[in-house]
């Protein structure tokens, strides 16, 4: 969180707040925490100054960084700064399995207007590029999950006919509108997606489920939604445990196992490679780069994926 991202409503809280952000500069992390505290008794109510909190406590090691986030939490059930993801890290046991819809959707309207400069330029992303190399032939129908600003919708575009893209932030979708590459634009919650039965031809997720956490649902959900033989096309960080995993850096990464035991539940026949997927504090995050195609047999019974919706 970017300090003081947001006021408080009250010129002393904020006051103190800055103060403390000054000593926390100076290496005072223990007085900024105290000072913090001094503030949010003015303004109890202020949620960002609680994460703050909880922030400064966790980052440097001091006391009760869970009660600050549990308080933000309280105070702001929806989670717009992602407080259940802090707690989560803190006890080292995720109980959180998707992240907060509130929370991607404000972190992408943020990071809108120089998320090409900053993932292309700096971090030297290459997922829509890695998917498209495993795509061969033209499609009819395409739909791009989480597309963001449409870097993969721009790969696609040549080979398709019809190319819708669904994305939870307005602003993501008001800068994939500008580059003019989609035919239809929608904004979506893909936690909570109705079914659709036979309607794409292929599916495509590019750096999308590192936001999602578990799987089950969106899977089962892709099964109904593509035609047999319909391909989906997604990329996940790579995790050499079980399962998946929440990493410091707030974004979910995914076992090869677990991704191969959902696709082939699904009925889906699955190729899965590895590749640098991007840079990440000058570290390679190692991703893997999934090319999977439904049965021609597929499902039937609408759910909503948690049992993946098979019969």
Not at 77 to 106: C, I, K, N, Y
Not at 227 to 256: K, M, N
């Amino acid at each position: 969180m970017t300090p003081l991202q947001f006021s408080s409503g009250d010129l002393i809280a904020d006051r103190r707040a800055e103060y403390a952000e000054g000593l926390l500069a100076s290496g005072e992390a223990a007085a900024a925490a105290d000072l913090y505290l001094q503030a949010l008794e003015v303004a109890p109510g202020w949620v960002a100054g609680w994460y703050r909190l909880g922030e400064i406590r966790a980052e440097h090691g001091l006391p009760n960084a869970g009660e600050a986030f549990a308080e933000a939490l309280r105070l702001d059930p929806a989670d717009q700064l992602g407080a259940a993801l802090r707690l989560d890290l803190l006890r080292g046991q995720p109980l959180v399995e998707t992240m907060p819809s509130a929370f991607v959707e404000a972190l992408f309207d943020q990071y809108a207007d120089h998320f090409d400069h900053a993932l292309v330029e700096t971090l030297n992303y290459r997922a829509p590029q890695l998917l498209r190399a495993g795509l061969e032939g033209e499609f009819a129908r395409v739909l791009d999950l989480g597309c963001g600003t449409g870097l993969m919708g721009a790969e696609l575009r040549a080979s398709v006919r019809h190319l819708e893209g669904w994305d939870i932030s307005a602003e993501m979708l008001r800068e994939a509108e500008a580059k003019g590459v989609y035919d239809r634009l929608e904004k979506a919650d893909l936690s909570v997606l109705a079914p659709v039965v036979d309607a794409y031809d292929l599916i495509t997720a590019a750096d999308v489920f590192a936001y999602l956490g578990a799987l089950e649902q969106i899977v089962g959900w892709v099964a109904l939604a593509l035609a047999p033989g319909g391909r989906f096309a997604f990329t996940v960080e790579a995790y050499e445990g079980e399962g998946f995993v929440l990493r410091e850096s707030r974004r979910y990464a995914h076992s090869e196992d677990y991704v191969c035991d959902l696709l082939a539940r699904a009925g889906f026949e699955a190729r899965i490679g590895r590749a640098v997927l991007r840079m990440d504090r000058g570290a390679p995050i190692e991703g893997l780069i999934v090319q999977a195609v439904r049965a021609a047999q597929g499902v039937r019974r609408q759910s909503d994926g948690e049992d993946l919706a098979f019969a």
